[in-house]
């Protein structure tokens, strides 16, 4: 019996990982492997998936259709290798939650060229999750975005709730004729399980649409690492460059600190971000990491984990941005923070003056 694998895909900020925790909860589900991909040297999203236990599989440092292919096809042959010999003898499902950069076709492509990877899994579907209130803009903006809305076999609709009726009926209509065929489903109204099995789906439609998509030119630049750990640029060929930039300190945050910059920092840069994440240690509860969770402008009610998921404290901030000026977002955190810059006014100033750091000019 092969085991049923499924991609879970969908731009950034669409609900993906809030996807993957309700499954990771669901006793129906709970003998699945669940393999995150992240995007950065130094990834945020594993931290972001609770309970991050033996179930979760963290695959960072480069892009799921890229870069890191190769490593996804070793872990599903090491995953194979376990259940044939008992060592993972419970396994029942293979979930792969891909960066919400991701082209899924290639992914798809090389599982299914892969002799031993094809014996022992079987792709059940892929489920794409479209963020009811930025998904029509994002589909007009990013060829990545419609790329995974077209390969979908389900597309799962979140953030329904907040949607304007109209606005989701047009968005709606839209993603059928994206995606042909495709199951439409409200987060908020399906169990877990439903969200995930795709097996009564007529998979053929799937298969068509994937050899489809794979006509189209693919061509991407790998990410450039510059060594420090801190940022890199992903850029896709199709569309505008995403620029990522990774903020980090040690000393915990005031939240009124945590507040002012991240107020600066979306009305300085809010239309350069489409997503923000992270988890921040506050001096008032430094037991209790604050995840930090912010798409295009929202910015998600702050919530606390119970514990820090890795035993690392102190501040992890991924911005991720298009024309994002890496070098103005760093100056003002370090403002904020408090770390040392040479040429980078302290806080107060650049709350009076949000321009005033060295050599920023552009035009807000
Ligand atoms: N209201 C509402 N908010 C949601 C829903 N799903 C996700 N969110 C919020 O949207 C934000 C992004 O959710 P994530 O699950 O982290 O999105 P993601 O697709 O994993 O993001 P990336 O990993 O950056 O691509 C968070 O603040 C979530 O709380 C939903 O169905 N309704």
């Not at 606005?167 to 969200?195: I, N």
Request: contains cysteine; charged residues 25%.
């Amino acid at each position: 019996m092969r085991i049923p694998l499924t991609l879970v895909t969908g731009f950034l900020g669409a609900g993906k990982t809030t996807l993957i925790n309700r499954l990771l909860r669901d006793p129906a589900l709970s003998d699945t492997a669940v393999i995150v991909n992240e995007f950065g040297e130094v990834g945020i999203d594993h931290l972001l998936v609770e309970e991050a236990s033996d179930g979760v599989i963290e695959l960072s440092d480069g892009c799921l259709c890229c870069t890191v292919r190769g490593a996804l096809v070793d872990t599903l042959v090491d995953l194979a290798a376990r259940v044939a010999d008992g060592r993972a003898a419970r396994l029942k499902r293979v979930v792969i939650e891909t960066t919400g950069l991701a082209d899924p076709v290639p992914v798809l492509q090389a599982l299914a060229a892969h002799a031993q990877l094809a014996e022992a899994f079987s792709i059940d579907g892929v489920v794409t999750v479209v963020d009811t209130l930025h998904g029509d803009g994002t589909l007009d903006e990013y060829e990545e975005a419609r790329r995974q809305v077209a390969v979908a076999d389900r597309l799962v609709l979140t953030k329904a709730d907040q949607a304007q009726p109209e606005a989701l009926a047009q968005l709606e209509a839209r993603l059928g004729e994206f995606a042909p065929g495709a199951e439409l489903v409200d987060a908020g109204k399906a169990s877990a399980t439903m969200l995930i099995d795709c097996s009564a789906l007529d998979a053929g439609r799937r298969a068509a649409r994937v050899a489809h998509a794979s006509q189209h030119d693919h061509c991407h630049d790998h990410p450039h690492h510059h060594g420090d750990g801190c940022d890199h640029v992903h850029r896709h060929h199709h569309g505008a460059p995403f620029d990522t930039v990774f903020l980090s300190g040690e000393a915990p945050m005031p939240l009124a600190v945590l507040e002012g910059f991240l107020d600066l920092l979306r009305s300085q840069c809010g239309n350069h971000i489409l997503r923000l994440k992270g988890l921040v240690e506050t001096a008032e509860t430094p037991e209790r990491p604050l995840v930090v969770q912010g798409v295009r402008q929202i910015l998600g009610a702050p919530r606390y984990l119970e514990r820090w998921p890795d035993g690392t404290r102190g501040v992890r901030l991924v911005v991720i941005g298009t024309s994002l000026d890496a070098e103005y977002v760093r100056g003002i955190f370090s403002a904020f923070t408090g770390q040392a810059r040479i040429d980078t006014p302290d806080r107060a100033a650049l709350q009076e003056n949000p321009l005033a750091i060295a050599g920023y000019s552009t035009g807000f």
